[in-house]
């Protein structure tokens, strides 16, 4: 079945550790994305990438970094974790730029 | 900057009962408008969307208007079912073309 992949599905993780979150898509969509979301806020925007080799710094990006290495891949690292990092984090991908965005199951992340 | 709000939930209904949940904006222009579900354990999925005043988006059941003159985008359907039980986005797509959400309704549908 076509659609987004993440890995791990949940995670607990010693603070100060790195930590790279997992995304593959099958649908050959251009743009993808990586949110997280928090009670009560919704989900917030950290990183995107509009097209292969490109990348950029949406809502809240501190603390994280992305490539785009091909269509298919965009991983989401974070180089030294910190409990604030705790969250759900969701994947996602659109045909493009402006378009319904399609999104993966999640990774629950714990940084303890 | 552009945001969205909506109303906060839980909220409760009996199978059958009308819903509404209510989604104002505020954005620069003219943003397209989406309503994303949520169900337990899962990713978001893309319930209905409008791109243009006056535009009613539709699926499932539900269905939603785009009102410029009232910044507003309310999700309703006629007749909730207990499987409608989930978490509802309200979201804007801003002039960069990213989407801005509102903080989710959780509805919960009782037999």
């Known amino acids: 079945i076509a659609g987004i992949t993440q890995a791990p599905t949940s995670q607990i993780l010693a603070a100060g550790r790195r930590m790279t979150l997992r995304c593959t898509q099958d649908m050959r969509h251009n743009a993808m994305y990586w949110y997280r979301q928090d009670l009560g806020l919704g989900l917030r925007l950290i990183h995107y990438?509009?097209?292969?080799?490109?990348?950029g710094k949406g809502e809240v990006p501190d603390g994280y970094s992305v490539s785009r290495a091909n269509t298919d891949d965009f991983p989401l690292t974070l180089a030294s974790a910190v409990p604030s990092q705790t969250s759900v984090y969701f994947c996602a991908s659109s045909e493009g730029v402006g378009q319904p965005q399609h999104f993966g199951d999640g990774t629950r992340l714990s940084i303890l | 900057g552009d945001s969205v709000t909506q109303m906060e939930g839980p909220v409760t209904l009996s199978e059958e009962a009308f819903l509404t949940i209510n989604c104002t904006y505020t954005?620069?222009?003219?943003?397209?408008l989406f309503w994303y579900v949520q169900y337990p354990g899962e990713g978001l999925q893309l319930l209905l969307k409008a791109t243009k005043a006056d535009d009613k988006g539709s699926n499932k059941g539900f269905e939603a208007t785009y009102r410029k003159e009232t910044t507003s985008f309310h999700l309703e359907k006629g007749s909730v079912q207990v499987s409608d039980s989930a978490v509802y986005f309200c979201a804007l797509s801003d002039r960069r073309n990213k989407l801005i959400f509102g903080a989710g309704t959780r509805l919960a549908v009782h037999p």
């Open positions: 990438s509009n097209t292969a080799g490109t990348t």
């Open positions: 954005a620069t222009g003219y943003p397209s």
